[in-house]
């Protein structure tokens, strides 16, 4: 029952303090929001209706990256920014967001000729700083081949490798959370903010919320709130009865994994689609995903299916690029689908539309802020708090310069990379010494960084019949307690993407999970079972797929 006891301690702390700030969204741009007020000396509260990340920040392509396509809409100041902080992001946590080049293969007929590809990775590179062995390299059709065997021959033309960065976007949004209440802030998941109070001026003075594990209802006190709510922050702002002519347009985006054996990429590759798109295929520990698509969707965010015809579609434009590997619909293992809150233009199409982000500020103060990359997410928060520090200024107050860009996340910190793998020898031999297999270190460290020995430690003193099962209730327990994980779905899905990259490992140690989290919440024999038919309906999820026909 501990951690249900500490969960209502900090309600009641949410309930009884009066902030400066209260971030509405767990996602990857208010948990940097949260980190950059709270690290410029503001109070703030944090709260999500979810679990962190749940939403879109679990559902990207989990890649640092300077979007190489936004050159061919011409987006020259989106790419500069987000290609600079690549490298930002990456020193932040080098652990989590790690070196990945990529292989762009050309083809006759696609989107990009080997001139325009020359020229486009060029400027890529330029306006990233990109520096030394991470410069774009153009390849012949055969030096192409070499580095991928299984791109298709007969319409190959030649290729570009260049430098990107491939992170778990839900860990990396746990940590900045984790960051942020290193400098103050206070955060709570399953916390749905439910209405506005108003102060005589009509300026938002409170939130109502209602925590939706314990059904308990509160109040927040605060002077300012900032929505960051992704595909809700329309909803926020009905309530608010702020809408105007701006509104969010949701696009679904689905990424399909298969086993590595069936595709057993040398490299990450991003490829041309006959209809004009271009994919991913990016190897991960042992499975590669592909995706993603881009489509209108009108549907609830809260649950947004991944239909058998977004499936066929990314199978059949992989099959074509890589024609010896054949995949079918069995092979999929798994797979994800979530929705950009990208910012309604008139006459475009969802691909088309801009990533950049935007602010909207009502007449009760409430500042909203959608759109946006993950890769910027860092730079967003900076300009919707200096937005912020307007409102202060105007009331007489100060605020202090943003520093995110030195702030290290929990989890390091690593000097660089090559740190980082010398430090993976180091956890394979703290595991050996507690007879755990040491292969688990590199995902260990990847999840963890040098919060891994934490772990270790409690799986040395636990008592499971089997290793697997000894170091995932370690795990469980760690997150209970340092993470805020509430319900075993929160683990297995987003602390440590076992539903999506490592589906095969979930059955052998789920009941060893579920007593982790019997003991820590109190759960009857009933709330065992509801949490066990959560996960396996959350696996069914993931891995079945019906024609959107039917639905």
């Known amino acids: 029952m501990y951690a249900t006891q500490e969960r209502q301690a900090k309600l009641d702390r949410l309930a009884s303090t009066h902030f400066d700030l209260l971030v509405i969204g767990g996602g990857i741009t208010g948990a940097g929001v949260a980190l950059d007020a709270a690290s410029r000396g503001l109070n703030v509260a944090l709260i999500e209706r979810n679990d962190f990340a749940s939403g879109t920040s679990s559902k990207s392509t989990k890649l640092i990256h300077g979007g190489l396509r936004y050159l061919k809409n011409l987006e020259i100041g989106l790419v500069r920014e987000v290609g600079q902080e690549r490298a930002v992001v990456h020193k932040l946590a080098p652990h989590l967001v790690r070196p990945e080049k990529m292989l762009l293969p050309l083809v006759e007929g696609g989107s990009l000729g080997k ?76 916390v749905e903010a439910t209405d506005f109070e108003y102060d005589e001026d009509h300026q938002i003075s409170a939130v109502r919320c209602r925590d939706r594990f314990s059904d308990r209802e509160l109040t927040i006190n605060c002077d300012h709130v900032i929505s960051s709510a992704g595909p809700w922050v329309d909803d926020l702002r009905k309530i608010d009865k702020s809408m105007n002519n701006k509104r969010l347009f949701l696009s679904k985006g689905v990424h399909i994994v298969v086993a590595r054996e069936r595709l057993p990429l040398a490299h990450a590759c991003y490829f041309d689609v006959d209809d004009g798109r271009m994919l991913f295929a990016i190897p991960r520990l042992r499975c590669t995903y592909i995706g993603t698509t881009d489509t209108p969707y009108k549907g609830d965010p809260n649950a947004v299916p991944v239909h058998l015809e977004d499936v066929e579609y990314l199978l059949r434009a992989t ?32 691909g088309e539309m801009s990533r950049k982000d935007e602010i909207f ?150 009941d060893d999970v579920l007593n982790v989290f019997a003991d820590a919440y109190g759960y009857t024999e009933a709330d065992r079972e509801r949490e066990r038919r959560r996960v396996t309906e959350a696996i069914d999820w993931v891995s079945t797929f019906s024609s959107a026909d039917n639905n």
């Open 115 to 190: 001139l325009t590809t020359s020229m486009a990775l060029w400027v890529y590179d330029f306006l990233a700083d990109v520096e030394g062995d991470d410069k774009r390299v153009m390849l012949t059709k055969e030096e192409t081949r070499e580095m991928e065997p299984l791109l298709r021959d007969d319409i190959l033309t030649g290729g570009g490798f260049y430098a990107e960065y491939r992170t778990d976007d839900a860990r990396l949004t746990i940590e900045n959370i984790k960051t942020a209440e290193q400098h103050g802030a206070l955060a709570a998941n399953y």
């Open 361 to 510: 500020e009502s007449d009760s103060g409430l500042l909203s802020i959608a759109g946006g990359k993950l890769t910027g997410y860092r730079k967003m928060a900076e300009r919707v708090v200096d937005r912020l520090g307007k409102q202060l200024h105007d009331e007489g107050e100060d605020l202090e310069k943003n520093t995110t860009r030195a702030i290290i996340l929990t989890g390091g910190p690593f000097k660089d990379f090559e740190e980082v793998l010398t430090y993976e020898k180091t956890i394979a031999g703290m595991l050996e010494a507690v007879s755990l297999a040491p292969d688990r270190a590199g995902y260990l460290v990847a999840n963890y960084g040098k919060q891994s020995p934490e772990i270790i430690e409690l799986a040395a003193g636990r008592s499971e019949s089997t290793d697997v099962g000894r170091l995932a209730a370690a795990e469980a327990e760690w997150c209970i307690k340092n993470e805020l994980a509430v319900y075993p779905l929160d683990w297995v899905e987003r602390r440590s993407g076992r539903l999506y990259f490592d589906m095969p490992s979930i059955a052998p140690i789920l």
């Open 319 to 350: 099959n074509q690029i890589f024609p010896t590997v054949d995949l079918k619909v069995e092979d999929v293992e798994s797979s994800w689908a979530g929705v950009r809150p990208l910012i309604f233009e008139e006459g475009k199409k969802a």
